[in-house]
């Protein structure tokens, strides 16, 4: 990197939002998941269990989101997860024509379960959260009720612990 560029380089505004992110993707590599939750340990089940811990992260910011520093840190936080699944899918051997279509699906599939964890979580209904999960964190593996049900009660103790904290903890990476 040239003198120049380092001096008239801009910061990119996202990465106030890296210790949230990589928090929210630790989250989602807990051997809770797959073992008591019974999601498969496979590149799609770690993307689902990614997602839902963001998410979840996602939810309790929408809370302060009347404050613009709150509304840019969750699009920063989202960003900077589709730049994760974008390099993910290239280190997966995708094909630059098709990593878009499926960023897109991916996009529209974090719209949809933030709608069904939305409320599920709110109401706090076990069993709606339960059916939520079992659409999405397991689309196509067959799993007990009893891992559904581990799952969904850890996704909520996860989210009233979020909800218990300050905002700031939470754009800090700190939850």
């Known amino acids: 990197m040239s003198v120049l560029s380092r001096i008239f380089a801009r910061k990119d505004p996202r990465e106030q939002a890296r210790p949230a992110y990589d928090r929210v993707v630790a989250l989602g590599r807990d051997p809770y998941w797959y073992l008591d939750g019974g999601v498969p340990d496979s590149v799609d089940g770690r993307f689902e269990t990614v997602m839902t811990v963001l998410c979840a992260v996602l939810l309790r910011l929408e809370a302060d989101d009347a404050d613009n520093t709150v509304r840019h840190f969750s699009v920063y936080l989202a960003e900077l997860f589709v730049d994760d699944m974008d390099g993910q899918l290239r280190q997966n051997g995708v094909g630059d024509l098709i990593v878009g279509k499926h960023i897109?699906?991916?996009?529209?599939?974090?719209?949809?379960?933030?709608?069904?964890?939305?409320?599920?979580?709110?109401?706090?209904?076990?069993?709606?959260?339960?059916?939520?999960?079992?659409?999405?964190?397991?689309?196509?593996?067959?799993?007990?009720?009893?891992?559904?049900?581990?799952?969904?009660?850890?996704?909520?103790d996860l989210y009233a612990r979020l909800k218990a904290l300050p905002v700031s903890a939470i754009l800090q990476g700190d939850f």
Do not use: E, F, I
């Open 104 to 156: 897109g699906k991916m996009m529209s599939a974090l719209g949809g379960r933030l709608g069904a964890y939305r409320d599920a979580l709110a109401t706090g209904n076990g069993p709606q959260l339960a059916d939520a999960l079992r659409r999405n964190l397991y689309p196509d593996a067959q799993v007990s009720d009893a891992a559904v049900t581990a799952a969904a009660q850890h996704l909520a």
